[in-house]
């Protein structure tokens, strides 16, 4: 029999423990696209929240499963739970829907007579964006949009210079500024979603670079870099995790020489100043608009 998982359910839906997981937020798991049509038994997912990205990911499943086979699918219930079960009747399946621990879950048996697959997964799949230039895909970070954070810290970066890294690189957009400055000699760009490490890939075509899905808290801190540049996520699961942002701050130190620059750009309510301070041998806020705040920080 063969099983997927979809991301990580919380425990008390009973999660298959040996299933293939095909979450792109899981560095090492199967892309679900890579799936054959009608090869699987059973998929359980924990939906993501996102409308698009959500619809694609179901509509992904559904053609993965054989006839007869089974869709487990839950999400919070104000996290595109309370969708769920309209959302996969529009696919023109029959739906049996329960509610456990804040969640709704949906139980699909595949049968004949589905619609509309593979208009959710076009509408869910990389894209060109115009306006923006690049190629992203809708569950990136900013998939659609230039993030106001982002910009600022690179209107504020100075010509950077050396081997340096950009932890959680999204599509590209900082990698593409900090490379302007041709005294860059190497760029290591690292993002925990598969997705956005593909989408790097299109948009930062530069001899310079190497890209990496990889979680940034668990990287060798091997103390060579020059500069690292950053736009840390604070969200972890949906929830907000000042901890991430945090634990960037003390891996980007030690992934610093003596000397290394740390460009980080955070949202004004988050409390980075106390490990900027401990981690670093000088932190100066740098900018402060707009809801933001850019520091530079000096091993």
Known sequence: MTTLLYGRPPAVFDPPGA????????????????????????????????????????????????????????????????????ELEAFGAEVGESAKAHHRRCVVIKGDGLTGLDAAIEAGA???????????????????????????????????????????????????????????????????????????????EDARVTIEQADVRTLPTEGDLDFIVTNPPFHDGGAEDK?????????????LKKGGTLWLVANRHLPYEAELNEAFKRVRMVADTGGYKVFEAVK
Do not use: H
């Open 19 to 86: 299933a293939t997981q095909t979450s792109p937020l899981i560095p090492g798991a199967t892309a679900l696209e890579s799936v054959a049509e009608g090869s699987v038994d059973e998929i359980m997912i924990y939906a993501p929240p996102g409308v698009l990205e959500r619809r694609y990911t179901l509509a992904l499943a559904l053609k993965a499963l054989k006839p007869g086979g089974r869709l487990d699918v839950m999400a919070p219930k104000d996290k595109g739970g309370s969708r769920l079960k309209k």
């Open 126 to 204: 990389p894209r060109l964006v115009p306006g923006l230039e690049a190629w992203s895909q809708p569950g990136v970070f900013a998939w659609d949009r230039i993030d106001p954070g982002s910009a600022l810290l690179a209107q504020t970066l100075p010509p950077l210079k050396g081997a340096g890294a950009d932890l959680g690189c999204g599509y590209g957009a900082l990698a593409t500024v900090a490379l302007r400055s041709p005294a860059v000699t190497t760029l290591r760009l690292y993002d925990l979603d598969r997705r956005a490490v593909e989408m790097a890939r299109r948009n930062v």
């Open 243 to 255: 901890r991430l942002g945090q634990t960037f701050i003390r891996q980007a130190a030690g992934m």
